[in-house]
């Protein structure tokens, strides 16, 4: 995959899934080669922060494989021959929530990243605190989940919330959504970090990927 | 009241309410002039961040004084024949609230000065969203005060949540409780400032005093 | 409104004035969605943050609604038959000030809102600290004023010294406005949570919605 | 619980463990009404951040009870005819490591909740990055383990390189062990939240008690 | 004075005064070691930041000494057949306006280093702008002066102010006074950098002797 | 000069001359009704932070105008039978540096500024600490201004440095050239405010107008 | 070179080699303007932070000089006659390491400033902690290099690492890589200076050519 | 040496020096033990950051070791019959630079590090740039030195000053040294990584240990 890559291929035996492309900065050549030598191997690919045009270059090689140009993901099964496709008989359940719908990118790179992993997703959305009766709605359905993610920004205060109702674990990801002191997402990260809930843990701002990992390792146990 | 002090003596006249004195780095007899040039123009005294030494001085000279060892205050009424002593009628009603216990000192500090401008305060301690049923059982409380002041630390969301049940304006008050990444109230301050609430206005880190002057200004209006 | 939008229903009941649209980020479509719902619902709409474009798309649909640029809002009357139009017989006055011309979109934002509360306003513009007897001519306006509303970026002193002349409780409002040191408005913020007037209370960097939204709280009660 | 005091009553049902008592600043009467009260309703109790004093008041009352001076925490199993005492036959198991000798208590803590919590733990010390054999010789410990604990200051690089080694989750304790630039475990933080392996997710700054929870709620589903 | 020492003995040339002492850190022989150097080059001393128990010692040394406890300064003149001891007929006018009481010591030392340089002072206390009939009081004696030297912490807002009603440059120095969100001065700082009057410059936080020096020079050029 | 703004028409009595116009954000016909209005009143004026486009606007108006684009000034004598073009015999003398030559915008907009004043401006360029032989031969000039304005970014430590040469005031203008950790100047500011050099003031970072009015001020007493 | 450039033309003779050209923000004419004088002068020179355009520029005049796009450098020899092209017999040699693809350009910017000072380069690229057996495979040729320079982002842990396993010293360069919590490379910045291994000296950020001149000094002594 | 720690015994063969003692936190008795296992490998023993009490429990064992209290170090040679006391005949020379007197404590602890890897150390004290002569009278005992270590606080400035002089390596060690806007060390650190002279490496504030540890490497390869 190109002289300057060393691509982790001992990933999937030591930690089960293999390693994942992070889009940002990579042009379309270096993103293919990688899904080249991925296939190679028998391997699914999940590409992350992927810009439209790099994506529909690479909508050209494999047809079959799945853009959402909301979550910035691609991603793309086994060969033929190869693992099976997991995403049919999802294990677990995760459920991704939003605080509000500019969250919703965030929510999405982690919901795609379950399914790549074979981990079953609920979705819901935009039940932030200013709303409360919107969270009491839906909260048989964060209960029945094995893993909470909760995406949000401005000041991040529904993990915590979220965290006093359920006893599953929550990964909150903090999102730059909001403006002035919000700081692109450092005041929600500091919220979250901060949660008198328990059984918060946390991830990078904007880090929808390493939530929906996270979540997956976790349910899929 | 010393060469070093240029009392505000136009206080009153200009915004209803004597200069407060910030106990903070005075002495007991600095403190003491201050409060005998008051008690001769016929108004009540209200000193904050009062150490308990400079209290048991003041004590001695003024025993009929309220000292609250809690919220670091002391106050004393007007004189006879001045002003008449205002907390006897008091006007309006605020909700004071904590997050957790820890709390107590800032809260207390408001209430003691919501007291001094003769405002109605109801208590209500340690109902942070880790143990949401605490909450939901004050709501009505909540929704029958013209203002209410939320005293948190850690991450800050109560204000928040708070702000979501009531139509009143809720003063947020950051704390400086927490360990790690609190930094010293700065994440409870960044968090209010970004509330998704529209009704949540805020005051400084530990500022008891400012949130209960500001929801006694709006109350008594 | 759409399958990723939780529309907040109950705002109304619970507060008092119906959800506000924060329109950065959305688009035309989904914020049209949203006004629809509250135009059936018989509720009066407001956008902030809207974006030219979506602005002149809402028109065609529209052409009663008020649009203004500085302020980057749109507001739009309840339907007839619904709720009547409040803004006819405003309650109460809330004084809007600027320190510096450049200031102003902030301040506009927080005089729409006040205007789609029903709540009177008085624009006082430019009056910053290093042209003092610019403040000093408008005095009489801010002592009539039920709650003052201070917009200002720099240094963010102008909402103390107001402070220190009126009795009235201070919505202080930092602006973005400013370069090197002020870092966004940051400065400014610092300054008017640390003011040495009891009766600041401080919303985010450029949240002109929330002071005005505070602000027509507190006048109309 | 005293008057100050709305004790979670109702978390064992909501999250499965009752609620932890926060030692900071409480006196030991506050503590020993809550643990009574827990005791009263068959639960076991678990009490962080205690000092030694209050440490010491509460073993004459309860020589049972179980303090760690390193982890400043102090545990008492529920009363008979209450709750079994869960410790007999841990659940699960949870790799508790240090990167170095002064990162002891922060991960005593954890470990001490994990107890608690009736899980298994495995405790590596001092096999920081700049001795690398020293991880070497521990790994199949590592891989053992269903979850992953790291307690690491300073540059706070040892979650990040156990994390490329296990395929379990890791939960990544940033200390304030260092010096200088190191900010109160800031740095150690921050590196954590960036790590380049997926499945580390981060608490805040000496937070054992939070790490050992979230590692029992993982480790015991 | 001292192996680890290396006097700047060639800075009067060069810059018009001596050396002048930091007595932070410095033991109460290696100050006296430096003064005894100075008086032996006919040179007069300025000590900052000195302890009381280090002018203790030094006062038997030099019984005619002057010790400024509030300031933390310590001044000798040179020596009968050196230089003469300049205090006698100033040169120049410099206000040293303080906000708050709490400011005095950084007034202080300002006001001793003038004197140390023989300009003279005129001390402004307590007039910060929540009274602000109290700074109209001093305009007629703020408008005399060559350089106004401003101390102030909180917001830091009274530079701004007096430098709209000043010709001449104000030296704004940020002290530490103040709590929460004013960071030990931080907030100071950046308002005065930030100042919307154009004739204000900024020293280092509590920095009053470089308020006075750089007061000095400008005074008595 | 518009409804929103206010002109400080009293600034050249209070202070001793007219207010500078700040062009960032300002539209053309905005700056231009200002410059009428001090045409009127018969004062010179002065525009920063004016946009290529603004000023050609303005060269149709008044051909007789100086545009600096490197330093973004504006400038315009006073009309005929007002007061008279000051710049003529200019008083003073004002050596303006830079550290290296990325810092002349800055530089410039302190010299224009000095011009507008009537003080005059010795320019000395790119002398910067690794280079130290070039500092060493423009000493004479140095020792000879009344005041020395310093621009310089990344580390900042010219303005030190050139403060342990010469005994006149040094204006230390930190700039926002650099990149990585100089964070767009503010490692300059800091440095520069912590200088060990007893002469060494500070302004905002990129405030090349405000070091020059203040030199300008200094230099003209 | 231009009026406004003081080329420090003494730098060979005080530290062994010429002056290096900052490219950014500087125009074509002048960055040609110095290398025409360092030709002159019978120097090699080497250009950083070269934009395309000023690239294609200079390619005209001088046809055998090397310009490396990724690494923004642009190199040119000595003229005949002069100093002899230095990179013929490489002294020492210099491991350059990568923690990922995109610390590609830093890297780059260190090797071409290896190349002009005449030090061997090595190239290992992509062996960051996330997949460790990929730095395994690499220490031999670790072990053999003078000085080894990482550069990494995000969490910036592979200099720790490699320090822990070489004798020579390593210099760490932050780059910039990452988003959210590793605000453009401070996180990586911190936690290389936190490092735990005694052997890693840091530079500023993005900052390949020190950290490929440092490497240079060292290696050739 | 106790059961928490895992001495790095193969540091010798891997980095050519045994492991360092961080005395910072560590109970005399465990100091003891891990010196008495070196001493048992015929490994000599450096201890820093060692408190006063510590060191004096220590000479009782060791009457032979070094103590140095401004450093706060311990140094203790290698057994007989082990390897020889390297400090005999010191390998290649640094100079030890500090800006003032108070920079010391950093200064000496790195010249202790270089004693005991047995290179030669050359001490030069106070040279700040404020009097710029004492660098001047110093820089041919700069210019011989192997490496040149610079300690200063404040604004940090001497590493660039020196590093325009000389061509040998400089490392920069920032230090905690100043008030206010120094931060610690902050301030100094950052100039330091912004250094315009291309020389200069640095290393945390106040990290004499590790620049002393770096020169050495350095000095005696
Ligand atoms: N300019 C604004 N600043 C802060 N909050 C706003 C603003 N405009 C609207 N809001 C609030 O944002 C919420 C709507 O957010 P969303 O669900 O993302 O449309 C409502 O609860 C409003 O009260
Ligand atoms: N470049 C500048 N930096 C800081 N302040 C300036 C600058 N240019 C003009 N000013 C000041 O800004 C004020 C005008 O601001 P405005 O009312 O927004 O035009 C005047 O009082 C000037 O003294
Ligand atoms: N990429 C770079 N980063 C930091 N310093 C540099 C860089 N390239 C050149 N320099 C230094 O910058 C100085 C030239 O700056 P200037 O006078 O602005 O061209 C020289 O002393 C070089 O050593
Ligand atoms: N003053 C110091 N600053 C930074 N690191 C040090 C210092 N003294 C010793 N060390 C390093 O700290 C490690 C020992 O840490 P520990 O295992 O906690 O004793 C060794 O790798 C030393 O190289
Ligand atoms: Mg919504
Ligand atoms: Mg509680
Ligand atoms: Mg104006
Ligand atoms: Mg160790
Ligand atoms: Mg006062
Ligand atoms: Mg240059
Ligand atoms: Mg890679
Ligand atoms: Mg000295």
Redesign the interface.
């Known amino acids: 995959a190109g002289?300057?890559?060393?691509l982790?291929t001992?990933?999937r035996d030591?930690?089960?899934y293999p390693?994942?492309v992070?889009g940002?900065?990579?042009t379309p050549d270096?993103i293919a080669a990688i899904i080249a030598a991925q296939q190679e191997r028998g391997e699914p690919s999940l590409v992350t922060r992927i810009d439209p045009a790099a994506a529909a270059d690479l909508e050209v090689l494999y047809p079959l494989a799945c853009h959402n140009a909301t979550a910035r993901t691609w991603r793309l099964a086994a060969p033929v021959g190869g693992a099976a496709c997991e995403q049919e008989a999802p294990q677990g359940s995760v459920a991704v929530v939003t605080?509000?719908?500019?969250d919703?990118p965030v929510a999405e790179e982690a919901a795609e990243t379950l399914v790549w992993m074979g981990v079953a997703v609920t979705r819901i959305?935009?039940?932030?605190?200013?709303?409360?009766?919107?969270l009491a709605e839906r909260l048989p359905e964060l209960r029945d989940a094995?893993v909470v993610i909760v995406a949000a920004g401005?000041?991040?205060?529904l993990p915590?919330?979220v965290?006093?109702?359920?006893?599953?674990?929550v990964?909150a990801v903090?999102t730059?959504v909001?403006?002035?002191?919000?700081?692109?997402?450092?005041?929600?990260?500091?919220?979250?970090?901060?949660?008198?809930?328990?059984?918060?843990?946390?991830?990078?701002?904007?880090?929808g990927?390493?939530a929906g990992?996270?979540a997956g390792?976790?349910a899929s146990?």
Do not use: W
């Open positions: 002289g300057d890559v060393s982790d001992a990933r030591r930690c089960g390693e994942v992070y940002e900065g990579k270096a605080a509000g719908t500019t919703l959305n935009d039940i932030g605190v200013a709303g409360p009766q919107r094995d401005m000041e991040g205060a915590s919330v965290g006093g109702h359920v006893a599953a674990p990964i903090p730059s909001g403006y002035g002191a919000s700081f692109g997402g450092v005041t929600a990260l500091l919220g979250m970090l901060n949660s008198c809930s328990s059984n918060v843990a946390v991830v990078n701002i904007d880090a990927f390493k990992y996270l390792v976790i146990r």
